[in-house]
């Protein structure tokens, strides 16, 4: 039943003449089915090997950095300066640029993409929505290092226009050019969330007298708003973790501020900073690309999660 | 039977097509008021795209098209100046899958009111009571109106859409197989409901259930491949239906 060595010469004689139940061409079938499942298997294993393997890498690192500095000084200084003599590491300036950041796109791509989610999905004519959503998702495809100079070169300098104190690194300019990065992300998951709203309520709201508009407002999207809520968390996760854009326009000087005309760093362009520089590896200002790391990859993880059972909960329920 | 009443309700020498579908073929019907009119007939006859026409609901459906009247009180829905928004309001829908909103049982029942232009809380609190009590639903629900109506089961639910669809106060009520989702005891609920609501309102109601139609409806139409092959009192169509196909219909055997 299991003799592999015959099963080459089995599988070509069996060609011409095989009956449906011969014994030995089954054995090839099962012992193929197995190889194949096995093949598969370690395939979908290697992502999960890949993730243990970043994460044990980031953790030992950071451990290393957490030996010298400690905790409650990388929790509470408000200065990071560790490649400079008078050493602080303080990672909340480098959080407030992200946060600066990431909430600046969010501010442009929420309503624009949700006004464009329900004009895609309640309104649009179908060719019209053929037409318009593969031009959405060529905004996805352009490479962010074009986004950053965009920000740069264009953005920044039109927006000097307006506010004249701007300096040339900002966090304003990066943040809305990362909004329209994250426009599609938000616009196709929300586009989906509306879409998945059963027929049965849009007709329910008509059949009352309301009009597109009510029942749009009044009824598609607050049925679908775990779904949006998801898209909306799924995309503040991506701007947390943008890396291009940031480290070119925004100025990679690590400043506590919440105004968005002054220069900032955020965790991203700090790794790219020290990452590309001349730093000796295995010191601490090295070792402090993992902490900082790994500080990133804790609110990402978190929202990704977040957003994971928001869907889930909604196609739980949004279902017909 | 008085045909020199205007009817309610009326459609001549009407065909809808579902782009290249002949789907409803030259139907002429006139339904009085305070009537309940059965439609009945096999799946995909057209009754349920028949009851449609009367609240505009088939518009939303790309490359309809329909030729011909649809009367309501005499003038026509779709070519006079009557507001498609003022037919559905005047025209109740109730569906054949309660469709209640992911709101509480309370502004389910307030929501025709409130997009209709309604704002006086005092009145929406009344209407939603009396339309509750309408449906006889009050008792069961005058305690958790601030409930999700997610959470009431499938007959309540569709009590639910009937007293939401009565909350605006429409004088025809089209019902698209009401009861077919619902457990038998539900689905007596609803009978003995639309027994109540034949009283106020002119009632269209498509069945597969041939009892049922025999026990709630004054009238009955019986469509076939997109006509109207009879159209009697109900007693008539199934006690001694003139035509063949109605006869077999009835009796089952076929459809």
Known sequence: ?320 | MNMRQMPALETRNLNLHYGTNHALKNISLGISENFVVALIGPSGCGKSTYLRLFNRMNDMIDGVKIDGDVLFNGKDIYKSNLRVEHVRKKIGMVFQKPNPFPKTIFENVAYGLKVNGVSNKKFIEETVEKSLKQAALWEEVKDTLKKSALALSGGQQQRLCIARALAVEPSVLLMDEPASALDPLSSSKIEELIYELKKKYTILIVTHNMQQAARVSDKTAFFYLGQLIEYDDTKQIFINPKEERTQNYITGRFG
């Not at chain 1, 014994?23 to 096995?38: I, P």
């Not at chain 1, 442009?108 to 004519?125: F, K, R």
């Not at chain 1, 938000?186 to 009009?211: I, N």
């Not at chain 1, 597109?212 to 009824?219: A, D, G, Y």
């Open chain 1, 1 to 320: 039943m299991n003799g592999s060595s015959t099963l080459l010469p089995v599988s070509e004689t069996t060609e011409k003449n095989r009956s449906p139940f011969s014994f030995s061409r089954e054995a090839y079938v099962v012992t193929r089915e197995k190889v194949v499942h096995a093949i598969l298997m370690l395939c979908a294993l290697v992502s999960v090997f890949t993730t243990l393997g970043i994460i044990l890498v980031l953790l030992f690192q950071t451990i290393e950095f957490f030996k010298e500095v400690p905790i409650i000084n990388f929790l509470t200084d408000t200065q990071w300066t560790p490649l400079f003599q008078d050493k602080h590491f303080g990672i909340m300036p480098l959080l407030s640029g992200t946060l600066l950041t990431s909430l600046i796109a969010l501010s442009v791509s929420v309503p624009l993409g949700l006004i464009i989610a329900i004009y895609l999905s309640e309104y649009a004519p179908s060719f019209l929505r053929k037409l318009l959503k593969p031009f959405l998702e060529v905004l996805a495809g352009i490479p962010t290092i074009v986004y950053g100079y965009f920000a740069l070169i264009t953005v920044t300098p039109l927006l000097q226009n307006i506010f004249p104190s701007l300096s040339g690194f900002n966090a304003l300019s990066p943040g809305i050019v990362m909004g329209i990065m994250i426009l599609p992300l938000v616009t196709s998951l929300s586009e989906d969330a509306l879409r998945m709203v059963p027929k049965g309520l849009r007709e329910g709201g008509y059949a009352l007298g309301a009009s597109k508009l009510q029942v749009s407002l009044s009824i598609v999207f607050p049925s679908a708003f775990s779904g949006i809520v998801a898209s909306v968390i799924l995309a503040f996760s991506r701007a947390i973790g943008e890396t291009m854009i940031v480290a070119i326009a925004a100025g990679q000087l690590p400043n506590l501020t919440a105004n968005p005309l002054q220069p900032v760093a955020t965790m991203t362009s700090y790794i790219v900073q020290v990452s590309q520089g001349d730093t000796p590896y295995g010191t601490l200002a090295y070792n402090t690309i993992f902490a900082v790391a790994i500080t990133l990859f804790i609110f990402t993880f978190l929202l990704n999660i977040i957003s994971f059972r928001l869907r889930k909960k909604y196609f739980s329920m949004g279902g017909d």
